[in-house]
């Protein structure tokens, strides 16, 4: 059975300060899309990336990173130089072949607190 | 292009009482899902519907749910009669036809059973 786990339910960290949130995913399909997304305050989830099974290249994207690796199954996501608007919270997620991809199963979300 | 939007944002009711819940999707978003957090725990789907049509309610917790997807635009969201077990953040998403494009996600509605 498909299931995503964020260990981390709260970090906090001084403004400037890297962080890295972790995800780590059950799955027994072959062909499967991750995804993280972002909470702010104002409530609606936020897209921040998407990766498919088959792509384990490492993305960045500004301050923000994932790195994708099958051996370990876990995509982790790396702010640099965080800011206090990084403050949010965090949902890693997973769709697989068997639902069409239609379905996303997410983690229980990290809460990111990033203080000046 | 406005976004996936929700209605009410909050509601408080008593146990046994009904409660409409609304979904406006992006325009053009064949695909709308519903989900549901309940507090401290993960997000966890509860159904979706390509056009007017269900194709999957497979999360929907009991026959207390009922969503509808008149002519294919916004949804709603009934629960009838809430129990205290029905509180939680209740989220909308829509997406374009292919499966694996990402889902866009309104602000929630926060529904809270006395």
């Known amino acids: 059975a498909q299931k995503v786990t964020q260990a981390q339910t709260e970090i906090s960290v001084v403004e400037k300060e890297d962080v890295t949130l972790d995800c780590v995913y059950e799955t027994r399909d072959t062909t499967y899309y991750l995804f993280w997304y972002k909470q702010p305050p104002s409530g609606e989830l936020v897209f921040l990336i998407r990766r498919n099974s088959f792509d384990e290249q490492n993305e960045i994207s500004g301050r923000y990173s994932w790195n994708f690796q099958k051996s370990t199954s876990s995509f982790n996501f790396t702010i640099t130089a965080s800011q206090v608007v990084d403050s949010a919270v965090y949902f890693c997620?997973?769709?697989?072949?068997?639902?069409?991809?239609?379905?996303?199963?997410f983690g229980t979300g990290t809460r990111l607190l990033v203080s000046p | 292009e406005a976004g996936v939007t929700q209605f009410p944002s909050h509601s408080v009711i008593e146990k046994g009482q009904t409660v409409t819940l609304r979904c406006d999707p992006i325009s053009g978003h064949d695909n709308l899902y519903w989900y549901r957090r309940v507090m401290g725990k993960e997000i966890k789907f509860l159904l979706h519907?390509?056009?007017?049509?269900?194709?999957?309610e497979s999360g929907m917790p009991n026959n207390r749910f009922l969503a509808e997807r008149t002519g294919g635009t916004y949804s709603t969201l009934k629960v009838q009669p809430a129990e205290l077990e029905d509180s939680g953040v209740y989220f909308c998403?829509?997406?374009?036809?292919?499966?694996?494009?990402?889902?866009?996600f309104g602000p929630g509605t926060r529904l809270t059973v006395l």
């Open positions: 997620a997973l769709s697989e072949t068997n639902t069409g991809f239609q379905k996303l199963v």
């Open positions: 519907f390509v056009k007017e049509s269900k194709q999957d």
């Open positions: 998403a829509s997406s374009l036809g292919w499966a694996w494009n990402e889902q866009f």
